[in-house]
């Protein structure tokens, strides 16, 4: 649809939002950007506030669909307007930021549920004001931890916990967020588990330790890193048993949850390599790999297809998400591109898969319409719906 068509549709707020947005985008001096990201935070905070709708990620869609230099732009401040506040509307003298601790988790056998006790919780909270918050710091998580089907799916319900959370720990409430209900698929062998709460610090003071004066005198974020990781194992590793585990250090809620993104992507080929050949008996020498771009215009996603020497049939899959412009290109000659390439071949290596095939072109993002399953390429070409020999128990153990 052209975007003259479209914006007729649109409703008032989005189009201040993308006026605003493509405004700033034109600014040539920092006088100007701050006008321009003055009111655009304005806009965003009037929209986020309200009680329903999507304006924002509606006003996003069309910059994307324009390609518009303004859409970075507004992405970046409806990140920083939705998880963070200041100063908190409740509490003038105080700023709030809605911060995420993922913990990567990878098994052979069956992920657990995630559920935190009370003893847990208040360890966790005690662990992070020692290790990780500045020394005015307040913190509240929430008392479960969070998988990616149960976050926040829009700008406003990340600002309504934002703002749910600072309200409980500064008295105004006794409870957090409502959390949907939402169940992981039960097959998964890694997946990211979010310990979610909010900080909340007097106006102007430092929400986390490494940004005490001066920067050279400050504990580095690797240092709290370690120390964060090495307080979390004792506390959470008897509820993740036969697991390995990966502690990322707590930030702010959408870095997070981009480096979760991230750091997933090579566990989930991990795990599934790891599966094949343990649980599922297959040597690694038997295992062959194809790999194949998915998308429409651009790299949206890699998928992974394992299949047998014996046999060209898909027994299982994996898929790599495109997560940065880089890894979108179509260009399969790109230097980034070969780099997406090169580092999935290299990881399958690690797990014992030498038989890897790269399969040209971009190929459509099919699912099976049965069951939603992606399809994944054989090393012929074909995508087709992975499916396990019989003989093989596609259930993982249950290790909890």
Known sequence: MPPRSRSSSLSRTSQTLIALAEALSRSGSFLEDRYWESCLSEALDKALSARHGRAVETALDVLLEQRSAAYELLVELAEARS???TPAPDAPDHDTLLISAPI?????????????????????????AKTVLGPQAQVTLLP????????????QETRTWTQALAQRILGQRRDGPALRDAEAPDDLLADVFFLIGAVV???GAPVFQWQSPPPSEAPSQEAITEQWAQGCAPILESSFTGCQLEYLRPQSY???????????????LKAAATWLQTAARIPGTDLRAAMVACGDQSIEEYRIGFCTRQSNDVIYGCVWPALSREESQPDPDTEDQADTWDTIAALLRECGVQDIRRLPGLHPVEFCEDCGTPYFPNMLGEMQHPELPEEIDPEPVQFH
């Open 144 to 155: 479960a931890l969070i998988r990616f089907d149960r976050l926040p799916q829009s700008f």
């Open 104 to 128: 990567l988790a990878w098994t052979r056998y069956r992920l657990p549920p995630g559920q935190l006790d009370a003893a847990q919780l208040r360890a966790l909270e005690a662990l992070m």
């Open 201 to 203: 610090v007097p106006r």
């Open 254 to 268: 959408y870095t997070g949850t981009r480096q979760a993104d991230q750091g997933i992507r090579p566990l989930v």
């Open 83 to 85: 998880e963070s506040l």
